[in-house]
Protein backbone atom coordinates (compact mmCIF):
# COMPACT_ATOMS: atom_id res chain seq x y z
CA UNK A 1 0.00 0.00 0.00
CA UNK A 2 1.13 3.63 -0.72
CA UNK A 3 2.76 5.24 2.55
CA UNK A 4 0.91 8.38 3.72
CA UNK A 5 2.16 12.00 2.27
CA UNK A 6 4.98 13.32 4.04
CA UNK A 7 4.19 15.64 7.21
CA UNK A 8 6.42 18.48 8.51
CA UNK A 9 5.66 18.88 11.59
CA UNK A 10 7.54 22.31 12.75
CA UNK A 11 8.61 25.26 11.20
CA UNK A 12 12.04 25.89 12.50
CA UNK A 13 16.01 25.52 11.29
CA UNK A 14 15.48 21.97 12.49
CA UNK A 15 12.16 20.17 12.02
CA UNK A 16 10.42 16.48 11.65
CA UNK A 17 9.56 15.17 8.63
CA UNK A 18 7.05 12.14 9.29
CA UNK A 19 5.88 9.58 6.99
CA UNK A 20 3.63 6.14 7.87
CA UNK A 21 2.80 3.21 6.06
CA UNK A 22 0.91 0.04 7.44
CA UNK A 23 3.15 -2.57 7.73
CA UNK A 24 3.90 -5.66 10.38
CA UNK A 25 0.55 -5.67 11.60
CA UNK A 26 0.47 -2.51 12.46
CA UNK A 27 1.30 1.63 11.24
CA UNK A 28 4.95 2.25 10.89
CA UNK A 29 6.36 5.25 11.13
CA UNK A 30 9.18 7.33 9.96
CA UNK A 31 10.35 9.85 11.38
CA UNK A 32 13.59 12.31 10.36
CA UNK A 33 15.03 15.60 11.78
CA UNK A 34 16.55 17.40 8.89
CA UNK A 35 16.59 21.40 8.32
CA UNK A 36 13.14 23.03 7.48
CA UNK A 37 14.85 24.04 3.89
CA UNK A 38 15.56 20.42 2.85
CA UNK A 39 12.23 19.13 4.44
CA UNK A 40 10.77 21.62 2.16
CA UNK A 41 12.16 21.01 -0.77
CA UNK A 42 9.58 18.78 -2.68
CA UNK A 43 12.25 18.21 -5.56
CA UNK A 44 15.12 16.53 -3.38
CA UNK A 45 15.32 12.84 -2.98
CA UNK A 46 17.43 13.06 0.32
CA UNK A 47 14.71 12.32 2.47
CA UNK A 48 12.29 10.62 0.33
CA UNK A 49 13.68 7.75 -1.26
CA UNK A 50 15.80 6.38 1.76
CA UNK A 51 12.28 6.44 3.69
CA UNK A 52 10.67 4.32 0.42
CA UNK A 53 14.17 2.17 0.92
CA UNK A 54 13.60 1.91 4.65
CA UNK A 55 9.52 0.86 4.20
CA UNK A 56 10.61 -1.48 1.64
CA UNK A 57 13.10 -3.44 3.40
CA UNK A 58 10.49 -3.82 6.51
CA UNK A 59 8.09 -5.44 3.39
CA UNK A 60 10.72 -7.88 2.52
CA UNK A 61 11.40 -8.98 6.21
CA UNK A 62 7.81 -8.80 6.69
CA UNK A 63 6.75 -11.31 3.48
CA UNK A 64 9.98 -13.76 4.44
CA UNK A 65 8.87 -14.57 7.67
CA UNK A 66 5.03 -13.88 7.40
CA UNK A 67 3.07 -16.83 9.10
CA UNK A 68 0.13 -15.82 7.36
CA UNK A 69 1.00 -16.42 3.75
CA UNK A 70 1.72 -19.99 2.27
CA UNK A 71 4.73 -18.65 0.42
CA UNK A 72 6.59 -17.14 2.78
CA UNK A 73 10.12 -18.78 4.07
CA UNK A 74 8.07 -19.95 7.28
CA UNK A 75 5.43 -22.05 5.15
CA UNK A 76 8.35 -23.38 3.32
CA UNK A 77 10.33 -24.99 6.85
CA UNK A 78 6.89 -25.96 7.85
CA UNK A 79 6.09 -28.07 4.85
CA UNK A 80 9.93 -28.89 4.01
CA UNK A 81 10.87 -33.26 4.05
CA UNK A 82 12.82 -34.13 6.90
CA UNK A 83 17.12 -33.06 6.03
CA UNK A 84 15.99 -30.79 3.29
CA UNK A 85 18.37 -28.04 2.77
CA UNK A 86 16.78 -24.51 2.09
CA UNK A 87 17.39 -21.48 0.67
CA UNK A 88 15.92 -18.24 2.32
CA UNK A 89 15.95 -14.56 2.62
CA UNK A 90 18.94 -13.76 4.88
CA UNK A 91 16.84 -12.07 6.77
CA UNK A 92 14.97 -15.09 7.79
CA UNK A 93 18.60 -16.67 8.48
CA UNK A 94 19.74 -14.08 10.65
CA UNK A 95 16.60 -14.18 12.40
CA UNK A 96 16.95 -17.64 13.13
CA UNK A 97 20.10 -17.26 14.31
CA UNK A 98 19.12 -14.84 17.05
CA UNK A 99 15.89 -16.91 18.22
CA UNK A 100 18.15 -19.26 18.50
CA UNK A 101 20.63 -17.15 20.75
CA UNK A 102 17.80 -15.72 22.79
CA UNK A 103 16.12 -19.37 23.17
CA UNK A 104 19.20 -20.59 24.70
CA UNK A 105 19.98 -17.68 26.76
CA UNK A 106 16.48 -17.46 28.47
CA UNK A 107 15.97 -21.04 29.21
CA UNK A 108 13.00 -21.31 26.63
CA UNK A 109 11.29 -18.00 27.97
CA UNK A 110 11.52 -17.17 24.05
CA UNK A 111 10.16 -20.53 22.09
CA UNK A 112 9.12 -19.35 18.55
CA UNK A 113 7.98 -23.09 17.77
CA UNK A 114 5.85 -23.03 21.18
CA UNK A 115 4.86 -19.53 19.78
CA UNK A 116 3.78 -20.53 16.70
CA UNK A 117 2.24 -24.10 17.61
CA UNK A 118 0.15 -22.40 20.54
CA UNK A 119 -1.20 -19.45 17.74
CA UNK A 120 -1.71 -22.24 14.98
CA UNK A 121 -3.85 -24.63 17.17
CA UNK A 122 -6.08 -21.09 17.70
CA UNK A 123 -6.42 -20.78 13.65
CA UNK A 124 -4.83 -17.92 14.35
CA UNK A 125 -1.31 -18.64 11.64
CA UNK A 126 -3.05 -19.44 8.56
CA UNK A 127 0.53 -20.50 6.44
CA UNK A 128 0.68 -23.26 8.64
CA UNK A 129 -3.01 -24.54 7.89
CA UNK A 130 -3.05 -28.58 7.32
CA UNK A 131 0.06 -28.92 8.34
CA UNK A 132 0.73 -32.13 10.81
CA UNK A 133 4.21 -32.26 12.71
CA UNK A 134 5.78 -34.42 14.99
CA UNK A 135 5.50 -33.46 18.58
CA UNK A 136 8.71 -31.87 20.56
CA UNK A 137 9.87 -30.63 17.31
CA UNK A 138 12.49 -27.41 18.70
CA UNK A 139 14.82 -24.90 17.27
CA UNK A 140 17.02 -27.89 17.36
CA UNK A 141 15.66 -29.01 14.17
CA UNK A 142 16.76 -26.21 12.03
CA UNK A 143 20.55 -26.24 11.37
CA UNK A 144 22.08 -23.18 10.08
CA UNK A 145 24.33 -23.83 7.38
CA UNK A 146 25.02 -19.96 5.85
CA UNK A 147 23.42 -16.75 5.68
CA UNK A 148 21.07 -18.04 3.19
CA UNK A 149 20.81 -21.47 3.83
CA UNK A 150 19.61 -23.89 6.19
CA UNK A 151 18.94 -27.84 6.81
CA UNK A 152 16.10 -28.79 8.77
CA UNK A 153 16.68 -32.41 10.74
CA UNK A 154 12.56 -32.30 10.36
CA UNK A 155 9.85 -29.88 9.85
CA UNK A 156 8.11 -27.16 12.20
CA UNK A 157 6.40 -24.43 12.69
CA UNK A 158 8.08 -21.19 13.65
CA UNK A 159 6.38 -17.83 14.69
CA UNK A 160 9.27 -15.52 15.04
CA UNK A 161 7.28 -12.39 15.43
CA UNK A 162 8.47 -11.88 18.96
CA UNK A 163 11.79 -10.45 17.60
CA UNK A 164 11.34 -10.07 13.71
CA UNK A 165 9.45 -7.30 14.53
CA UNK A 166 12.28 -5.43 16.56
CA UNK A 167 14.57 -7.06 13.72
CA UNK A 168 12.89 -4.95 11.02
CA UNK A 169 12.83 -1.44 12.69
CA UNK A 170 16.66 -1.87 13.41
CA UNK A 171 17.20 -2.82 9.48
CA UNK A 172 14.80 0.08 8.45
CA UNK A 173 17.41 2.06 10.86
CA UNK A 174 20.05 1.08 8.94
CA UNK A 175 19.23 1.73 5.76
CA UNK A 176 18.37 5.37 6.93
CA UNK A 177 21.29 5.85 8.25
CA UNK A 178 23.91 4.59 5.56
CA UNK A 179 22.07 6.61 3.42
CA UNK A 180 22.86 10.07 5.48
CA UNK A 181 19.84 10.41 7.54
CA UNK A 182 21.67 10.14 10.69
CA UNK A 183 18.84 11.48 13.33
CA UNK A 184 15.54 9.44 13.09
CA UNK A 185 13.12 7.48 14.78
CA UNK A 186 11.28 4.29 13.36
CA UNK A 187 8.00 3.18 15.14
CA UNK A 188 6.43 0.07 14.24
CA UNK A 189 3.63 0.00 17.11
CA UNK A 190 5.46 0.07 20.11
CA UNK A 191 8.47 -1.62 18.54
CA UNK A 192 10.98 1.57 18.32
CA UNK A 193 14.61 2.77 17.58
CA UNK A 194 16.22 6.31 17.80
CA UNK A 195 19.79 7.25 16.07
CA UNK A 196 21.08 10.92 16.41
CA UNK A 197 21.34 13.71 18.77
CA UNK A 198 17.66 14.05 19.76
CA UNK A 199 15.47 13.48 22.38
CA UNK A 200 12.09 11.51 21.59
CA UNK A 201 9.58 11.88 23.98
CA UNK A 202 8.04 8.75 25.38
CA UNK A 203 4.98 7.94 27.29
CA UNK A 204 3.50 3.83 27.62
CA UNK A 205 0.42 2.56 27.73
CA UNK A 206 -1.31 0.76 30.37
CA UNK A 207 -1.64 -2.66 29.49
CA UNK A 208 -5.38 -2.78 30.83
CA UNK A 209 -6.39 0.24 29.33
CA UNK A 210 -4.83 1.06 26.16
CA UNK A 211 -6.16 4.34 25.73
CA UNK A 212 -4.49 5.70 28.64
CA UNK A 213 -0.83 6.69 29.01
CA UNK A 214 2.25 6.69 31.60
CA UNK A 215 5.14 7.73 31.89
CA UNK A 216 7.99 5.12 33.59
CA UNK A 217 10.42 6.66 35.76
CA UNK A 218 13.46 6.87 34.03
CA UNK A 219 12.51 6.88 30.78
CA UNK A 220 10.88 10.06 29.74
CA UNK A 221 12.50 10.16 26.42
CA UNK A 222 14.93 8.17 23.55
CA UNK A 223 18.06 9.00 22.18
CA UNK A 224 20.42 6.62 20.62
CA UNK A 225 18.82 3.66 21.94
CA UNK A 226 15.68 1.28 20.88
CA UNK A 227 12.68 0.65 22.85
CA UNK A 228 10.00 -2.40 22.76
CA UNK A 229 7.29 -3.38 25.14
CA UNK A 230 4.66 -6.68 24.95
CA UNK A 231 1.68 -7.06 26.98
CA UNK A 232 0.52 -10.53 28.51
CA UNK A 233 -3.17 -10.20 27.00
CA UNK A 234 -4.85 -12.87 25.79
CA UNK A 235 -3.72 -12.26 22.08
CA UNK A 236 -0.33 -12.83 23.86
CA UNK A 237 -0.24 -16.13 25.47
CA UNK A 238 1.94 -18.15 23.48
CA UNK A 239 5.05 -15.42 25.13
CA UNK A 240 3.75 -15.98 28.88
CA UNK A 241 2.81 -19.71 29.29
CA UNK A 242 0.56 -21.46 31.38
CA UNK A 243 1.32 -19.80 34.48
CA UNK A 244 -0.50 -16.91 34.12
CA UNK A 245 -3.91 -18.62 34.32
CA UNK A 246 -3.08 -19.01 37.77
CA UNK A 247 -2.07 -16.16 40.02
CA UNK A 248 -1.85 -18.36 43.41
CA UNK A 249 1.10 -20.17 42.34
CA UNK A 250 2.73 -16.78 40.25
CA UNK A 251 1.41 -13.98 42.57
CA UNK A 252 3.82 -11.17 40.48
CA UNK A 253 2.36 -12.10 37.22
CA UNK A 254 2.98 -9.30 34.87
CA UNK A 255 0.63 -7.33 32.64
CA UNK A 256 3.64 -5.75 30.71
CA UNK A 257 7.04 -5.91 30.10
CA UNK A 258 9.28 -2.82 28.33
CA UNK A 259 13.07 -2.59 27.68
CA UNK A 260 15.13 -0.22 25.81
CA UNK A 261 18.44 -1.51 24.54
CA UNK A 262 21.10 -0.75 21.95
CA UNK A 263 18.76 -2.27 19.04
CA UNK A 264 15.08 -3.05 19.06
CA UNK A 265 15.67 -6.81 18.51
CA UNK A 266 17.57 -7.13 21.83
CA UNK A 267 14.54 -5.16 23.39
CA UNK A 268 11.97 -7.14 22.00
CA UNK A 269 13.40 -10.45 23.03
CA UNK A 270 13.79 -9.38 26.64
CA UNK A 271 10.40 -8.47 27.10
CA UNK A 272 9.15 -11.86 26.36
CA UNK A 273 11.36 -13.13 28.88
CA UNK A 274 10.54 -10.30 31.16
CA UNK A 275 6.97 -11.11 31.01
CA UNK A 276 8.01 -14.39 32.03
CA UNK A 277 10.37 -13.99 35.08
CA UNK A 278 9.73 -13.68 38.25
CA UNK A 279 11.38 -10.51 40.29
CA UNK A 280 14.73 -10.14 41.44
CA UNK A 281 15.98 -13.41 38.50
CA UNK A 282 20.27 -13.18 38.93
CA UNK A 283 19.62 -14.54 35.19
CA UNK A 284 17.55 -11.99 33.41
CA UNK A 285 19.73 -9.00 35.32
CA UNK A 286 22.92 -10.60 34.34
CA UNK A 287 21.69 -10.12 30.52
CA UNK A 288 20.51 -7.31 31.30
CA UNK A 289 23.42 -5.81 32.14
CA UNK A 290 25.37 -7.78 29.55
CA UNK A 291 22.98 -5.94 26.86
CA UNK A 292 23.26 -2.89 28.54
CA UNK A 293 19.50 -2.72 28.89
CA UNK A 294 16.97 -1.58 31.69
CA UNK A 295 13.58 -3.13 32.00
CA UNK A 296 10.63 -1.90 33.28
CA UNK A 297 7.28 -4.27 34.33
CA UNK A 298 4.08 -3.98 35.84
Known amino acids: MPGSSPQVLSLSNSTTVQRAKPLLGTLVVIRVRTTADLAFDSCSNRIYAPVDSAFLAIQNIANAMSAHHPDSDLARIARAQPGAVLTLSPHTVAV ?42 SLRDVQVLGDDQVRLVRPLRLDLGGIAKGYAVDQAVAVLNAQGLTTVLVNAGGDMRATGAWDWPVVLRHAEHPTHTHRAR ?57 LQSAPGSPRLARVLRQHRATLWRS
Not at 101 to 112: C, E, K, M, Q, V
Not at 224 to 231: I, N, P, V
Not at 245 to 263: E, F, I, K, N, Y
Open 218 to 274: GLRALRDAALASSTATPLNVEFVGTARTSRTRQPWLWASCTVRAPDCVTADALTKWG
Open 96 to 137: LRLAKYWHTTSLGAFDPVKAADCLAARGMRPAFSGVALAARA
